[in-house]
T-cell receptor
Framework: GQNIDQPTEMTATEGAIVQINCTYQ??????LFWYQQHAGEAPTFLSY????GLEEKGRFSSFLSRSKGYSYLLLKELQMKDSASYLC??????????FGDGTTLTVKP | DTGVSQNPRHKITKRGQNVTFRCDPI?????LYWYRQTLGQGPEFLTY????????KSRLLSDRFSAERPKGSFSTLEIQRTEQGDSAMYLC??????????????FGPGTRLTVL
């Protein structure tokens, strides 16, 4: 079956770097997405990986290893506004995406 | 700029009643998705349209759920004979599906359903 695992909660300090890991086992793979979701709001797109390696986008970077079924999201220079849930999602085919349950990140001063 | 919109934003209903939600995607997007999300969990895929065709439906979706996208623009999701377990946030997303596999989904604000 489909399985996406990510830590439930993480805490980090403002200005620091945090890495959120995601491992997946899905029947298909057509790309991995990371989304940010603030409480009570809709998810918003952060990054996309389909080939192995690192994609950098400002303070956010995402890494993918397809052979290991592993990805991470790296957040640098943490700000208080980065406190949110971070969702790892695997697109299995043209339509269906399977989401993890999210990692709630708390940034402390 | 109009992103993905959903109506209503909140719906409270009694068990056994039928409810219908509407989603208006970004106008140039040909793909539309419905998800359900409960507290502490990620969005769960329900169904997906490309234009007016419903191409995929989750096996977890009971026969009480039906979705349509009659003209390939807006979509409706109907839940018949609601149960308390249907209480959740129902999210709609849209994307442009082209030859590239990079098809970012844009989410609407969701409809929060409470079944009493």
């Amino acid at each position: 079956g489909q399985n996406i695992d990510q830590p439930t909660e993480m805490t980090a300090t403002e200005g620091a770097i945090v890495q959120i890991n995601c491992t997946y086992q899905t029947s298909g793979f057509n790309g991995l997405f990371w989304y940010q979701q603030h409480a009570g709001e809709a998810p918003t797109f952060l990054s996309y990986n389909v080939l192995d390696g690192l994609e950098e986008k400002g303070r956010f970077s995402s890494f993918l290893s397809r052979s290991k079924g592993y990805s991470y999201l790296l957040l640098k220079e943490l700000q208080m506004k980065d406190s949110a849930s971070y969702l790892c999602a695997v697109r299995e085919d043209a339509g269906k995406s399977t989401f993890g349950d999210g990692t709630t990140l708390t940034v402390k001063p | 700029d109009t992103g993905v919109s959903q109506n209503p934003r909140h719906k409270i209903t009694k068990r056994g009643q039928n409810v219908t939600f509407r989603c208006d995607p970004i106008s140039e997007h040909n793909r539309l998705y419905w998800y359900r999300q409960t507290l502490g969990q990620g969005p769960e895929f329900l169904t997906y349209f490309q234009n007016e065709a419903q191409l995929e439906k989750s096996r977890l979706l009971s026969d009480r759920f039906s979705a349509e996208r009659p003209k390939g623009s807006f979509s409706t999701l109907e839940i018949q004979r609601t149960e308390q377990g249907d209480s959740a946030m129902y999210l709609c997303a849209s994307s442009f599906g082209g030859s590239s596999s990079y098809n970012e989904q844009f989410f609407g604000p969701g409809t929060r359903l409470t079944v009493l």
